[in-house]
T-cell receptor, first 115, second 113 residues
Framework: SQTIHQWPATLVQPVGSPLSLECTVE??????LYWYRQAAGRGLQLLFYSVGIGQISSEVPQNLSASRPQDRQFILSSKKLLLSDSGFYLC??????????????FGEGSRLTVL | KNQVEQSPQSLIILEGKNCTLQ??????????LRWYKQDTGRGPVSLTI?????NTKSNGRYTATLDADTKQSSLHITASQLSDSASYICVVSARTNAGKSTFGDGTTLTVKP
């Protein structure tokens, strides 16, 4: 099975500062990668997904961006954080082709607090 | 619009008791339905995954059912333990590119001694 490494686990940043959350995947190649945000007591909201290196699709307009510089690396960024960017961010991965069972593998999450 | 609705929103039970969580969906065309357990402050972990042809699937004390005709699923937890306290999330995927999923808001289960 896949293992998702996500860091940092916790981050407190001032409004207007930049952001970089990183995610790497082990145990598969050419995965589909996802960034989700979870508000307290709510379901996961898909922010970005990627089917390959350099290929990023955005689901909702926002202050964030994503990049996939390598096959198993996915980065969530912002140039200037807003208070509304606070939340719990989760990186996830699925396999592709025959290795795709439909199961999403999640990282441990990154809790971002913008003050 | 693809939607997944879960009920109840929260549930409190005593240790050792059974409980059932519900999930209704309108995702189409249906690919698979998954139940995840999410401990507070952690990433979700998969419990079961079911495709169109599967009616029931068990994982230890967790048993999931799927009725593809009525578009309903349930997760039954037997002989609950304190460690079952968590949020349980129903996730439904459509047969589309990238396999994007629709998430329910989850049911928060609290097991008390």
């Amino acid at each position: 099975s896949q293992t998702i490494h996500q860091w940092p686990a916790t981050l407190v940043q001032p409004v207007g500062s930049p952001l970089s959350l990183e995610c790497t995947v082990e145990g598969t190649s050419n995965p589909n990668l996802y960034w989700y945000r979870q508000a307290a007591g709510r379901g996961l909201q898909l922010l970005f997904y990627s089917v390959g290196i350099g290929q990023i699709s955005s689901e909702v307009p926002q202050n964030l961006s994503a990049s996939r510089p390598q096959d198993r690396q996915f980065i969530l960024s912002s140039k200037k954080l807003l208070l509304s960017d606070s939340g719990f961010y989760l990186c996830a991965s699925t396999g592709t082709g025959k290795s795709n069972t439909g199961e999403l593998f999640f990282g441990e999450g990154s809790r971002l607090t913008v003050l | 619009k693809n939607q997944v609705e879960q009920s109840p929103q929260s549930l409190i039970i005593l240790e050792g008791k059974n409980c059932t969580l519900q999930c209704n969906y309108t995702v189409s065309p249906f690919s698979n339905l998954r139940w995840y357990k999410q401990d507070t402050g952690r990433g979700p972990v998969s419990l079961t995954i079911m495709t169109f042809s599967e009616n029931t699937k068990s994982n230890g004390r967790y048993t999931a059912t799927l009725d593809a005709d009525t578009k309903q699923s349930s997760l039954h937890i037997t002989a609950s333990q304190l460690s079952d306290s968590a949020s349980y999330i129903c996730v439904v995927s459509a047969r589309t590119n990238a396999g994007k999923s629709t998430f329910g808001d989850g049911t928060t289960l609290t097991v008390k001694p």
